[in-house]
């Protein structure tokens, strides 16, 4: 089972930033936080990962909270493309393999 | 650089019948995974090949099978077809030997709609 928790929808508007949550409670020191996301009719593609300390890329920022228990993708000014379903999965640093558990995401809806 | 390829694209196949995917990884690549997507159960992993070796299976009945050669490339077969075999199959690709960081890449997927 997937162990993070997402809301199933959100809405934003364009131009403007689009926090999306993931509640992660039971995750241990080894784990990583990863994000992916899968537009319309593509296969989902990496956006962003972290241990601790906040992240940013071209793409995003990740804000973890300070237990790691919670963390936060920031899409800091949403466009049309950004529509898309958003991943948060945990990968423990220890696993030397590449099965990755999905949950069921966030769909994100941008409004023009 | 070029990405993960899947071939082909789009497939009907007839109950009972069976289909090989094919995966190109990105050049490089040692570890080629396999996911089935629909829209019920969502994204499910399949099985994870590692330098022609199973490394990782899913919750798959025998009739998905896998394999890779030593070029990296891989195929998977689903035998027997069933109608709910109807799915999007996304292959990925990455360096393996997991690192914290090792990206992932996806392919397009195979679409295959199983009458």
């Known amino acids: 089972d997937a162990k993070t928790t997402q809301p199933n929808s959100m809405e934003s508007n364009e131009e403007e930033p689009v926090h999306l949550p993931c509640n992660h409670s039971?995750?241990?020191?080894?784990?990583?936080i990863h994000w992916y996301r899968q537009l319309p009719s593509q296969g989902p593609e990496y956006v962003i990962h972290g241990l601790t300390s906040n992240v940013n890329n071209r793409m995003a920022s990740l804000a973890i909270a300070e237990d790691r228990k919670s963390s936060t993708l920031i899409l800091h000014r949403a466009t049309l493309r950004d529509a898309a379903v958003y991943y948060c999965?945990?990968?423990?640093?220890?696993?030397?393999?590449?099965?990755?558990?999905f949950g069921k995401g966030t769909r994100l809806h941008i409004l023009p | 650089k070029a990405g993960v390829t899947q071939t082909p694209r789009y497939l009907i196949k007839t109950r009972g019948q069976q289909v090989t995917l094919s995966c190109s990884p990105i050049s490089g690549h040692r570890s080629v995974s396999w996911y089935q997507q629909t829209p019920g159960q969502g994204l499910q992993f399949l099985f994870e090949y590692f330098s022609e070796t199973q490394r990782n299976k899913g919750n798959f009945p025998g009739r998905f099978s896998g394999r890779q050669f030593s070029n990296s490339r891989s195929e998977m077969n689903v035998s027997t077809l069933e109608l709910g075999d109807s799915a999007l199959y996304l292959c990925?690709?990455?360096?393996?030997?997991?690192?914290?960081?090792?990206?992932?890449?996806f392919g397009e997927g195979s679409w295959l709609t199983v009458v």
């Open positions: 999965i945990l990968r423990d640093v220890r696993n030397r393999d590449d099965k990755i558990i």
């Open positions: 039971t995750i241990s020191g080894t784990d990583y």
């Open positions: 990925a690709s990455s360096f393996g030997g997991q690192i914290s960081g090792n990206t992932i890449y």
